[in-house]
């Protein structure tokens, strides 16, 4: 009997026999159309697909749809499922009035485990850096180590956090005339750090409220753009990370202490969560 093949690109796995995606064992829902859209797109890896090829693969001739939405539709889903971007894409590439590129490398794997042969690879054009894969021993959370979560408690655990900052930049401003006072007590030069606080919140309260903003309203790309601003809010989250201690004569040393090293962490979160909206 014909051995049965298993199609397999960096974590994901794909069975044509069974209609089966799996992400590092995990099976994937999905439905058929975009099932067999990824099958020939895998099929001709490294190769651009048209959109009529595809027309022709998924609807007969005489079907009556609307046939560029319901692509747009059926590749949406297969970026959503493989948590791809269409503006920096890692799988499938978008060719403006072309069609479609399946990026990675595809394995063939035999039911026995043995490899049958590799399809396609992904063409770089002569301007075009190549993009290189995160490394495995990366510390920062890759989008393929995460799991799927439902989307509604990604979106609110994110705004919550810039709820959070922005409530610190708004009373911090509020009081700043007490938190002189504090500073006074604690530093030899408080007004310095008076000019850190009302710089830092000045930059950060609209950078909070575009976060809130594009969330609330789903902008498309938002993973991109906060990859760009990641280093300003990974600043301005570390300086009001130790925000804590200017309560610290309430509160003690060690519970500021223990509030600063949470507050740490919550910048990668943010990032973290970010990868999860769009994978």
């Given at each position: ?25 995990t ?72 069609g ?37 021993t ?37 009081r ?55 280093p ?8 009001w ?35 999860m909206?769009?994978?």
């Amino acid at each position: 009997m014909p051995q049965q093949k298993i199609f397999r690109f960096g974590v994901f796995e794909v069975d044509p026999v069974s209609g089966e995606l799996r992400k590092s064992g995990t099976r994937l829902r999905l439905q058929e159309q975009p099932f067999q859209t990824l099958l020939l797109l895998m099929e001709r890896s490294g190769e651009v697909v048209s959109r009529e090829e595809l027309r022709q693969k998924l609807w007969p001739a005489d079907t009556f749809v609307d046939f560029d939405h319901s692509l747009n539709t059926i590749i949406n889903k297969l970026r959503e499922v493989l948590g791809d971007s269409a503006s920096s894409p890692r799988f499938i590439e978008t060719l403006a009035k072309r069609g479609y590129r399946f990026l990675p490398a595809v394995e063939v794997i035999t039911d026995h485990g043995e490899k049958a042969g590799l399809v396609g690879s992904t063409p770089t054009a002569p301007d075009q850096p190549v993009r290189n894969p995160s490394p495995s021993t990366s510390v920062l959370t890759r989008p393929e180590d995460l799991p799927r979560v439902p989307q509604a408690w990604v979106r609110v655990l994110f705004l919550l956090i810039q709820v959070m900052y922005l409530s610190f930049y708004i009373v911090a401003l509020a009081r700043l005339s007490r938190v002189e006072e504090m500073l006074a007590q604690m530093a030899a030069h408080p007004s310095y750090i008076i000019v850190a606080l009302i710089v830092t919140a000045a930059i950060g309260i609209p950078i909070r409220l575009y976060l809130i903003a594009a969330v609330s309203f789903d902008i498309q790309g938002l993973r991109d753009k906060f990859s760009k601003l990641f280093p300003a809010v990974l600043l301005l989250d570390g300086v009001w990370a130790f925000s804590p201690f200017l309560l610290s004569p309430g509160i003690g040393p060690g519970l500021a202490l223990g509030i600063t090293a949470a507050l740490l962490y919550l910048p990668f979160a943010e990032r973290t969560l970010m990868l999860m909206r769009e994978g």
